[in-house]
């Protein structure tokens, strides 16, 4: 079994409602599932648009990477998200940021994510679900990248699934 990890994010209409529809869908395809705290988050980069709901997870696969986020990116669509701006307001975001501590580099997938680092609304998250996790492609620890984001812009929130 893969070990996989994944940010979701959402910030339109019941944001609650979409992440417990988002983690429902990836139940049926991952096992072992753990999540991290959930986080009200800062719009990034595009600044005009409500905020963020985020967290991570953490789950276990048979999957292929490459079956895994073709999944993904159907789940997605299945949970209303419509194609639009990159980094714009959206109903549910499932980025896949770890498959193991593999190093994917082609063009349609990239693992692990190549904008984890700097992105305080994926790493805090990740931070309380996997405190000694490594990047693999930058040989440093999450906890070692949280220290380069302001951790300001993201806020816990008191949630429970």
Known sequence: MAIVYLS??????DRARNLECAI??????????????????????FADQPYFYNLCLRGETTLDARVLLGLLKGMERELGRAEGAARGSRLVDIDLLFY????????????P??????????LIPLLGLAESLYHPAL??????????VDARTVR?????L
Do not use: C, M
């Open 8 to 13: 979701l994010g959402t910030n339109l209409g």
């Open 24 to 45: 429902a869908s990836l139940s049926e395809v991952l096992d072992r599932l753990v999540l991290s705290p959930l986080y009200q988050t800062d719009p990034w980069e």
């Open 100 to 111: 193991d501590d593999l190093v994917i580099d082609e063009l349609t997938l990239k693992v």
């Open 113 to 122: 994510h190549p904008r984890i680092r700097g992105r305080a609304f994926v």
């Open 139 to 148: 040989g440093r620890s999450i906890r070692s990248l949280v220290g380069e």
């Open 156 to 160: 816990r929130l008191e949630w429970r």
